[in-house]
């Protein structure tokens, strides 16, 4: 009997410790022993947040920023997963081709002056470091590189009639021996933009 009476009791406890009065409202603040995560600071979707200058919650995307993965809905078309043809892979039917793709639309100076901007800035973020503003492979991490006997090649090595546009295209998004590949970094318009500035420091070393 004595046990039947401590099992209620246990039984009574585990159920109004389970199910309890969660929820319910009181007056006094709850005492928590154990107060985990039953407060924090999050914002709910679709529901206003003080946090914010604007009182959204949902927030937009930055600007500028590129998602990396299709979750959101955004398929990331410009970083060429998947598709193929000359401005995608840089080859014309398994040949790499020379030139620029009609579909980064260099209709005229102003287009083709703004790509190259742009191929430098890039460039500068992602390239000099190990093959050096100039493209003469002499990048500050190429100084370490050398010291493993990684030789951080030249890019005056790699002329149009050798090695052409969309082999240089193909190095960028998928790397090349010790070079990893950038195209998880680099959109395939950003791609051809270091592609024509590494032309043009080419032109320049000569
Ligand atoms: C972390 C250092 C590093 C970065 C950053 C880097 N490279 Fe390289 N790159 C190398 C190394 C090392 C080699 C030599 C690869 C080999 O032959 O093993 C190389 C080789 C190359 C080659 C020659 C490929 C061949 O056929 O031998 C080209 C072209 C090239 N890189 C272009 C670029 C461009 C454009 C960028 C910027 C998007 C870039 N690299 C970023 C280290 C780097």
Known sequence: MKYFFLSLIVICLLVVGVFGFRGDKFSQPPIRIF?????????????????????????????????????????????????????????????YGNGMPEELVLIDESASTALLGRGEDMYGVHCAICHGDAGDGKGVVGHYFSKANVVVASLYNFPQSSHPDGYIYHVIANGKGNMGGYKHNLPVRDRWAIVAYVRTLQAAAK
């Open 35 to 95: 107060p985990d995560m039953d407060e924090q600071d999050k914002i709910k979707s679709q529901k206003p947040s003080g946090f914010f200058l604007d009182g959204m919650g949902s927030r937009k995307p930055i600007s500028g920023t590129v998602p990396n993965s299709g979750d959101n809905g955004i398929l990331p078309v410009e970083f060429s997963e998947g598709r193929d043809g000359y401005y995608y892979s840089g080859a014309h039917e398994g040949t």
